[in-house]
């Protein structure tokens, strides 16, 4: 019988699969992602004799690849349904609405069991001695060394560094705002690794990070893990749609321009975007976006988010734009070059072996039997 053109056939599915590298699904694997809710249910379209046919809808096969790839990154069906549904894929609202709550819910109680534990250590009581158990989590924190460890993206002090994270810990964490001296807060922008926003910008422009480092304080109120679950719980149908697209913005197109950022300055961690360069690797990051927007709806920051995602819009034609270059004879490309100097030469160069690394293209990467990831400029 002929195939309508919007539908697609358990083998269009398997091969789409086998060509992005997963050649060993199985169907059993399958009827699995479609009983979690992660890919859409087949539709049965006739009869082939006494056997029914059934077919997957449109887009299917890329929904397939796209949860294969993001399941290399992390097993969890709650955060899986999440970063598909932000990537514009068919999870039910309901299902997406209950998963977000619930890893959200599970950070907290987390964070419970390691202040819970601190207090046992110390023989402290962890709600009379909250300030004492968030510094010894936080001086345990900032002293970390090695994979699990907090990046260190500018030097600071031990002790002050130990007083910062302390500082976070109560305002993102719990959902308080300390005493807060602007030299403390501008000590947190450098252990956050943002405090280069106040002076560094690209072509004259002017620095994004403006205005008293303590106004950070007032996060509390939208960013805080308590904030944010209360957000996810009480957003109406309307509002998470609303949300939908500027969270997909700051999780995919984000990441990308501040790579190339990085590969047009040659510093990672240019006017102090480096936090956000593998955002589109970590998938838990699009349940604390899709949160953070929605807690953000309320507050002064979201006409900045939306203008923020309506410029990052535009990156994936810009990153089209590049890989043009990519098909340019390289006699073509040096006499391009001759006469621009040595620095507009070296910012081609990064560009195009960021492009050649695919750090210019959203993620997730593809992860190696090693399982380590791919190089990415």
Do not use: C
Not at 255 to 283: C, H, Q, Y
């Amino acid at each position: 019988m002929p195939v309508e053109t919007q539908f697609l056939r358990r083998d269009d599915l398997l091969r789409a699969a086998t060509s992005a590298g997963f050649s060993t699904l199985t169907e059993r694997q399958m009827e699995e992602f479609r009983y979690d809710g992660l890919m859409p249910r087949p539709v049965r379209v006739g009869n082939d004799g006494h056997r029914p046919v059934w077919l997957h809808p449109s887009g299917s096969d890329h929904q397939l690849v796209r949860l294969l790839r993001w399941r290399e990154h992390t097993r969890d069906r709650d955060v899986l349904r999440v970063v598909l549904w932000v990537e514009g894929f068919s999870v039910v609202l309901d299902d997406v609405r209950a998963s977000a709550t619930a890893v959200m819910d599970n950070l907290s109680h987390g964070l419970e069991q390691i202040l819970g534990a601190e207090a046992s250590r110390q023989g402290l009581d962890p709600v009379d001695d909250k300030d004492t158990v968030v510094g010894g989590v936080a001086a345990t924190m900032a002293a970390m060394r090695g994979k699990n460890a907090l990046p260190r993206p500018i030097r600071v002090p031990a002790g002050e560094r130990a007083t910062a994270v302390a500082h976070l810990v109560q305002i993102f964490g719990l959902g308080t705002q300390p005493d807060l001296a602007e030299a403390e807060a501008q000590t947190i922008e450098k252990v956050l690794g943002v405090s280069p926003g106040r002076r560094q910008s690209l072509e004259g422009a002017e620095p994004w990070l403006t205005g008293p480092a303590s106004a950070l304080n007032g996060a509390a109120d939208f960013v805080s893990v308590p904030r944010m679950a209360e957000a996810l719980a009480d957003a109406t149908d309307a509002a998470w749609q609303e949300a939908r697209s500027p969270t997909a913005a700051l999780f995919l197109q984000l990441p990308v321009s501040t790579r190339a950022l990085a590969a047009l300055t040659g510093k990672d961690n240019f006017a102090g975007m480096g936090g956000t360069i593998e955002w589109d690797s970590e998938p838990l990051v699009a349940i604390i976006l899709i949160a953070f927007v929605l807690g953000a709806r309320e507050s002064d920051w979201y006409d900045n988010i939306r203008d923020l995602s309506d410029a990052l819009a535009s990156w994936p034609v810009l990153v089209g734009e590049m890989k043009s270059v990519l098909d340019m004879p390289q006699h073509q490309l040096t006499r391009n070059l001759a006469g621009r100097g040595p620095e507009i030469e070296a910012r081609t160069h990064r560009i195009i072996q960021a492009l050649l690394d695919g750090g210019l293209d959203p993620s997730p990467r593809s992860v190696t039997k090693t399982g380590t990831t791919n190089s990415r400029s």
